[in-house]
């Protein structure tokens, strides 16, 4: 049975990863970081007339990673495949902008994903599109590595002052982040984390295509993964009807940003609206829901011990 000393070992263990996993600007003042946004930047335009993504933002709001405000309030999801095959030339349009937005701000090259609803953005490195790809998801905007790719929403409802600005923003913040106020020696740390955190446990991130996604299995590994969450720390499901995220209500912002902060350096993908929690739901890489369900047990932990909760 492990000890009092042995839990706390975990918790400042976990305490270090957290400060690993934050840009060099976060790491000694993490709850002075007030999630209050900046408002939103208004676009411009090229003689063109198309949107100058990179003449848009002088600075960018924090990161929802270190406690900043989420650049979404919910989650902003790919199109689906029914109204892809609708809308085809006006999906092919929104793809077109969305990769031509992130080439513009960051340098980086995306084209269109043979996955309908995604885009794929390449980067530098498989370090680079983890980290990345945590980032972008505490800012509700969907995504998912793979190697060294990022996947990152689209569809053809998708409007450039709205959705389309935000998955560029998403992409362009915490890339800022990532290149301008994360240095290389921390990259190798961070690197050193993830092989770490796999040693521990395999990533889960939510799913991402609608092939993975079975409805009856899915909603009723939604209710196990609750049930076991709520008789261990009393949280309680928050009842959103999104079949790849369980919403856990922590009644308090603070907790709900720390408890999805843990999560992330526990290898679990993790965001948060307002004071709902959200943690993946995914049969593929986590079958039973166990290693969610520990993960978020122990992140509860982490709260209760610092006085969170």
């Not at 092919?92 to 090259?109: F, H, K, Q, S």
């Not at 450039?160 to 800022?176: C, D, G, Q, R, S």
């Not at 009842?239 to 790849?244: E, G, I, K, S």
């Amino acid at each position: 049975m492990r000890g009092y000393s042995d839990e706390h070992e975990t918790f400042d263990d976990l305490e270090s990863r957290l400060t690993a996993m934050l840009p060099a600007m976060y790491q000694n003042n993490q709850d002075e970081v007030r999630a209050v946004s900046m408002g939103s930047a208004g676009l411009k335009y090229g003689a063109d007339g198309k949107a100058a993504w990179n003449e848009i933002w002088g600075s960018f709001c924090d990161l929802a990673m270190a406690g900043g405000p989420p650049h979404k309030g919910m989650l902003l999801d790919p199109g689906d495949k029914q109204e892809i095959d609708a809308g085809a030339e006006r999906y092919d349009n929104v793809v077109e902008e969305i990769c031509r937005g992130i080439a513009m701000v960051t340098g980086l090259y995306a084209d269109p994903s043979p996955l309908p609803g995604w885009i794929r953005m390449h980067c530098t490195s498989a370090v680079m599109a983890r980290w990345l790809a945590h980032a972008i998801v505490m800012e509700n905007v969907s995504a998912g590595f793979k190697g060294l790719g990022i996947y990152l929403p689209a569809g053809p409802r998708y409007r450039v002052e709205k959705e389309i600005k935000n998955v560029v923003t998403a992409v362009a913040k915490t890339t800022h982040y990532w290149v301008e106020h994360t240095p290389r020696e921390q990259h190798w740390v961070i690197a050193k984390l993830f092989l770490k955190m796999d040693s521990e446990s395999p990533v889960v991130q939510a799913l991402l295509f609608e092939d993975d996604i079975q409805d009856s299995r899915q909603w009723m590994l939604v209710s196990k993964m609750t049930a076991c969450i709520f008789e261990r720390t009393g949280l309680r499901s928050a009842n959103l009807p999104h079949a790849a995220w369980l919403g856990l209500d922590c009644s308090d912002l603070r907790a709900a940003i720390w408890m999805m902060r843990v999560l992330v350096v526990s290898n679990v993908f993790a965001r948060h609206e307002g004071t709902v929690l959200l943690v993946p739901v995914n049969p593929v890489s986590d079958p039973d829901g166990e290693v969610v369900v520990r993960m978020v047990v122990r992140a509860y932990g982490f709260c209760v011990s610092r006085k969170i909760f």
